[in-house]
């Protein structure tokens, strides 16, 4: 139980401490916040830019009922509130003296990613016109993701700020107005110092390379930047220095391929090898071929471990086509987005998968489109462009090349 005594005054909701309350919040955490009173209706609103009460109206009535009957049960607290349509809201009823006067609401938030058969099944089982769907999928594209760890710490974080009478008195009201007009963002200082004669994004992209036995790419980038920006160096002593990025280069690397799956003993061994042997070394140049034997050494350990360690590559590129459907998919897009380069990227596919990368495109869209034509009465060529096809003949063809029938002769066989 809390005491909320602090957010009334005469009997009226505090409306300064809890507008402040909430600009808190949504400047701390990026969830959007809001006060309803109590009939439902918003009466201060702050980083809704989604706008859920068009696609959703009768959320806020659905929403009091449930507010009610927590504080019933378990007085004054922080609720989840569930919806029907795949999103949440945090939620803190606002009673004086067992009356209520309305809640306040964080959110939507959703506590993973809407792909898009969700969205289908969300239009199906509500009952959203098809017209609706890019709309739908954009709110759903635009709403916050919070995972249960995170939600924990917001909820914390919610409940110290609305318990804190003193709020209203940790920031003045010039900087109050400031907060106002200053949108939500991430800035990036500025700095004179000078910068570092190696790319560090070159850097993490190399290691991404290693860490996932992408030996083509880790090759190249080896080839054509870090021999060249990475080893060389400007300095009395270029030979040391480059000795010492090698040490660096090693000990990054075997972490790297620690994080891919390799033993830990196995790349501390290796660490310790190519250590011994970076100090030995005479020159630039034999250094040089020493790192990239190096490089590729690492790289390797990935590439002998089982096919085990592809699967999260295969996991994520499914991913990314179950969430962008109704969209082009193209190879190199979804290569990009597991971190491989698309050749190598397409040989895996099709080794581990036994199919093509485009044919498992077309065969999960459809797959999707059975789902649609067995459960709704979309036209065919609604569904066709739902599930990422903008030609209802081209969408029949494939349809019938994994199928063996037309949509037409499939949905109607469905209705038997």
Request: hydrophobic share 35%.
């Amino acid at each position: 139980m809390y005491t909320l005594s602090h957010l009334f005054n005469n009997e009226q909701v505090n409306l300064p401490l809890l507008e402040m309350i909430c600009k808190s919040i949504y400047y701390s955490t990026g969830l959007p916040a809001g006060i309803l009173d109590s009939d439902g209706r918003g009466i201060y609103l702050t980083g809704q830019d989604n706008h859920y009460e068009q696609f959703f109206p009768n959320i806020a009535s659905e929403l009091l009922p449930f507010v009610k009957n927590q504080h019933t049960s378990n007085g004054n607290g922080l609720y989840i509130y569930d919806t029907p349509y795949e999103f949440s809201f945090l939620v803190m009823p606002l009673y004086e003296y067992h009356h209520f006067k309305g809640v306040l609401i964080f959110g939507p938030y959703t506590v993973r990613g809407v792909d898009e058969h969700m969205i289908n099944e969300i239009l199906n089982t509500h009952q959203f016109p098809i017209s609706q769907r890019e709309s739908i999928k954009n709110f759903y594209a635009t709403t916050t993701i919070i995972s249960a760890s995170r939600s924990y710490f917001i909820q914390q974080l919610i409940l110290s700020s609305i318990t804190n009478s003193k709020i209203t008195t940790m920031m003045s009201n010039h900087d109050q107005t400031l907060l106002d007009t200053e949108p939500l963002s991430i800035r990036t200082a500025t700095s004179d110092a000078k910068k570092p004669d190696y790319n560090y994004a070159l850097e993490i992209l190399f290691l991404t390379k290693v860490k996932n036995g992408d030996i083509e790419k880790v090759l190249d980038l080896f080839n054509e930047h870090i021999k060249t920006d990475y080893l060389n160096s400007h300095t009395n002593e270029p030979l040391r220095v480059a000795k010492n990025r090698s040490f660096s280069l090693s000990t990054l690397m075997a972490r790297a391929v620690i994080d891919g799956g390799v033993e830990a003993d196995q790349a501390l061994s290796l660490e310790a090898h190519y250590r011994e042997h970076i100090e030995s070394s005479r020159n630039l140049k034999d250094l040089v071929a020493l790192i990239e034997q190096m490089v590729a050494k690492y790289t390797n350990t990935i590439l002998q471990l089982s096919n085990v360690n592809h699967v999260s590559v295969i996991k994520n590129a499914s991913k990314y086509v179950h969430m962008h459907l109704s969209e082009p998919i193209r190879l190199n897009d979804v290569a990009d987005y597991v971190s491989l380069s698309p050749n190598y990227f397409s040989s895996l596919f099709k080794r581990e998968m036994n199919i093509s990368f485009a044919d498992y495109v077309n065969q999960t869209r459809i797959k999707e489109s059975q789902y649609l034509l067995e459960t709704t009465n979309h036209s065919i060529l609604d569904i066709a462009l739902s599930v990422g096809y903008n030609n209802q003949n081209y969408f029949t063809t494939i349809f019938r090349k994994f199928t063996g029938i037309t949509p037409k002769q499939y949905r109607m066989r469905s209705a038997k």
